[in-house]
C-alpha cells in the first residue's frame, strides 16, 4: 500500500513539473490495432490502465518509424511495443529507456498468425507446424539467433526461402514494425523471426512463401482483400474490466492460429523524460 501511494504521489509530482503536457494530456504511442480504433481503446481501458500509468490516453500510429519520431520529437512521452521490441530499440537508441512500474500488472501479449476464415484448413496446417517446431526445438533456436542475437547486436543474413514447383503460394504481410520479430535489411529484405518462422513452415508444409510489405495499419485490409493470406497479430487479454479483450481485436471472419511467441508489453520513454525519473 505505501509503495503504491509513492507512486501515486510521484505521478503528482510529474503532472504538476510537466503543465504542458498535463494540459494537451500525456500520451502514449502505439501501432495501430487491427479492429479496435483509438477512441474505443481508450475509453474502454481508461479505468484499469491509465488510472496506473503516467500517461492518459494512447495515439495510434501505422509505422513504427513514425512512432519513434514523435518519441524523439516529444510529440507522445512514451511508446508501447512488446518486449524484444522494446530491447531492439533501447539497444540502437541510447537516449531510449524501459518505464517500469509495480502498479500495473505485466500484461502478456501472445503472438499468432490471422488468416481469413476460409483458410482455417490451412491454419490447422500452420499450428500443427508451430507445435512440431515447438517439440523439436526449432523455435527455441530461430529465436536464439533472430531475437536474441540481433538485440545483442547482430545482423543475420537474408533468410532464404525454399520453392516448390506448382505448389500453393502463401502471401505474408510483412509491415517491418516490429523488429526484431518483423523488419526489413537496408538491403530491403525481410530478416525477422517471423519470416524465419514462414519459412520453416513453408518447407514443413511444402508451401510456396511470398513475403508482401505493408503498413501496420492496412493489415486488416491487406487480409480481407485477399493481397496477404496471413498478417500477424499479438494481442494481450488480461485486462478485468474489459470482457472478451483477448479477442476484441480480432476482425471479422478471421481465424487464428496457435501462439509461437509469448512475450511482455513493455514502455519506452527518453532517457530525459521526467517520467523516466519514477520508474521504478
Known sequence: MLKKLLFVLLIVLLTLSLPAMAEEEVILGRLTKLGVDEDTLNEAISDVFFSLVPFSRYQFFDTLNSMVLALNSKAIAGLQVDEFT???????????????????????????????????????????????????????????????????????????????????????????????????????????????????????????????????????????????????????????NWDGADTEDQPENTVVTKPYLTGLITYVVLADSPIAAISE
Open 86 to 240: 522494446a530491447k531492439y530499440l533501447m539497444s540502437r537508441n541510447e537516449n531510449f529507456v524501459e518505464f517500469k512500474t509495480s502498479a500495473a500488472p505485466p500484461y502478456l501479449l501472445d503472438y499468432s498468425m490471422l488468416l481469413r476464415e476460409e483458410n482455417a484448413e490451412l491454419r490447422d496446417s500452420i499450428s500443427a507446424a508451430i507445435e512440431d517446431m515447438r517439440a523439436d526445438g526449432t523455435l527455441d533456436a530461430l529465436k536464439q539467433q533472430y531475437i536474441d542475437n540481433v538485440i545483442a547486436g547482430t545482423e543475420p543474413d537474408a533468410i532464404p526461402v525454399e520453392k516448390f514447383e506448382g505448389a500453393e503460394t502463401i502471401k505474408v504481410a510483412l509491415t517491418g514494425d516490429r523488429p526484431p520479430m518483423d523488419y526489413f535489411s537496408s538491403a530491403g529484405e525481410p530478416i525477422g523471426f517471423n519470416t524465419a518462422i514462414l519459412s520453416e513452415v513453408g518447407k514443413r508444409l511444402e508451401k510456396n512463401v511470398e513475403f508482401v510489405s505493408i503498413d501496420t495499419g492496412a493489415r486488416t485490409v491487406s487480409l480481407s482483400s485477399g493481397a496477404s493470406d496471413i498478417v500477424f497479430w499479438s494481442e494481450a487479454g488480461n485486462f478485468d
